[in-house]
C-alpha cells in the first residue's frame, strides 16, 4: 500500500490550497481515512477523518468552516480542501487510512497505513 499526498507549498494568509492523496494498493471504500498534521516541537493532530461506515466527517476545531475533506473513490485519491489559511496552519500534513469499519477516532494512533507528509507553510 502506498499513500502519496501533494499540493503543500508557501502561501500567504488567507490564500487556499488542495493537499491531494493518492492511494495505491488497496480501494478506500472500506477503509477509515485521515488527515494529520505536525507541527515542530508539536504531537501530531487530527484535522480530519471520515470513518469507512460512519457518515460523518470529523474536523478539529480549529479547522472548522475552514476545511473540507473529500474523497473520491473512482481514483483512490483523498482531498483536503484548505482555506483562508492561518500561520497556526503551518506544518507537515499527512495523510493515512486503516481498514476498519464503524467508527474511527480521528487519532493517529488508529491508523496504519501513512504517506510522507507534505509541507505546508502560510507566511506573510
Known amino acids: 500500500v502506498q499513500l502519496q499526498a501533494s499540493g503543500g507549498g508557501l502561501v500567504r494568509p488567507g490564500v487556499s490550497l488542495r493537499l491531494s492523496c493518492a492511494v495505491s494498493?488497496?480501494?478506500?471504500?472500506?477503509?477509515?481515512i485521515g488527515w494529520f498534521r505536525q507541527a515542530p516541537g508539536k504531537e501530531r493532530e487530527g484535522v480530519s477523518c471520515?470513518?469507512?461506515?460512519?457518515?460523518?466527517?470529523y474536523y478539529v476545531e480549529s479547522v472548522k468552516g475552514r476545511f473540507t475533506m473529500s474523497r473520491d473513490n473512482h481514483e483512490n485519491t483523498v482531498y483536503l480542501q484548505m482555506n483562508n489559511l492561518k500561520p497556526e496552519d503551518t506544518a507537515a500534513y499527512y495523510c493515512?487510512?486503516?481498514?476498519?469499519?464503524?467508527?474511527?477516532?480521528?487519532?493517529?494512533?488508529?491508523?496504519?497505513?501513512w504517506g510522507k507528509g507534505t509541507q505546508v507553510t502560510v507566511s506573510s
Open positions: 493515512a487510512i486503516v481498514y476498519k469499519s464503524g467508527y474511527t477516532p480521528c487519532e493517529a494512533s488508529y491508523m496504519y497505513y
Open positions: 494498493g488497496r480501494t478506500l471504500d472500506r477503509y477509515a
Open positions: 471520515l470513518s469507512s461506515s460512519y457518515g460523518r466527517t
